[in-house]
């Protein structure tokens, strides 16, 4: 196992990448060559990836290697049914009517959402919740950032959703919204592949 110092800051670079959708889907992650970028050894970067893929953000093949996640988009539609009914869960299930504290100083709407479902999941007060739905929020990350791309309305649209978290009466109507969003976004998974198909990096980014 590589020492922490390592470990940490090559996982985190590594998760960033994918998390982001910065490589193209189905595409090989090179341990040689990832470690080159990064100015560490092998071992850390093995390590990271093994990590990763435990958490479904990579994928291994004997004889083949690690590669980005290929989806399909009965993954993706399954992805976001299954977001919304622990949504759903955490908000029917809360024994408070406290408003919901939303992420100040946050400008990027893809950012704004995975914050704010995070926050709704703690709700339900059930740590497998919490836990599924942060594996959640980084695996549909890449398809947030895609929003922001195409629809010049998710920042407004991530603003209406956490003011209505923090609504004291919020129950059905944010319920109603999070259906909305959801449904939207299964509507467009045929979108989402395509572009996660070629990768969101710039030029040069790891």
Do not use: C
């Amino acid at each position: 196992m590589s020492p922490s110092h390592v470990l940490e800051p090559t996982y985190a670079a590594i998760k960033n990448g994918l998390v982001t959708a910065s490589w193209p889907a189905g595409m090989r992650l090179e341990s040689a060559r990832i470690a080159d970028e990064l100015g560490v050894s092998i071992t850390p970067v093995r390590d990271s990836l093994n990590r990763l893929v435990g958490e479904r953000l990579a994928e291994l093949t004997p004889g083949d290697g690690f590669r980005v996640p290929l989806r399909s988009e009965q993954d993706v539609r399954d992805m976001f049914e299954i977001n919304l009914s622990l949504l759903r869960l955490a908000i029917e299930g809360e024994t408070t009517s406290t408003p919901t504290p939303v992420a100040g100083g946050i400008a990027d709407a893809a950012a704004r959402i995975d914050a704010l479902f995070e926050r709704l999941a703690s709700l339900s007060g059930n740590g497998e919740v919490q836990a599924s739905i942060r594996s959640l929020n980084d695996r549909l990350h890449g398809t947030r950032q895609i929003d922001a791309l195409v629809d010049p309305s998710a920042t407004v649209e991530a603003g209406n959703l956490e003011q209505l978290a923090q609504s004291s009466d919020r129950v059905q109507r944010l319920i109603h919204a999070l259906e909305l969003y959801h449904r939207t976004r299964i509507e467009r998974t045929a979108m989402y592949i395509r572009h996660l198909a070629v990768g969101l990096a710039q030029p040069g980014s790891l």
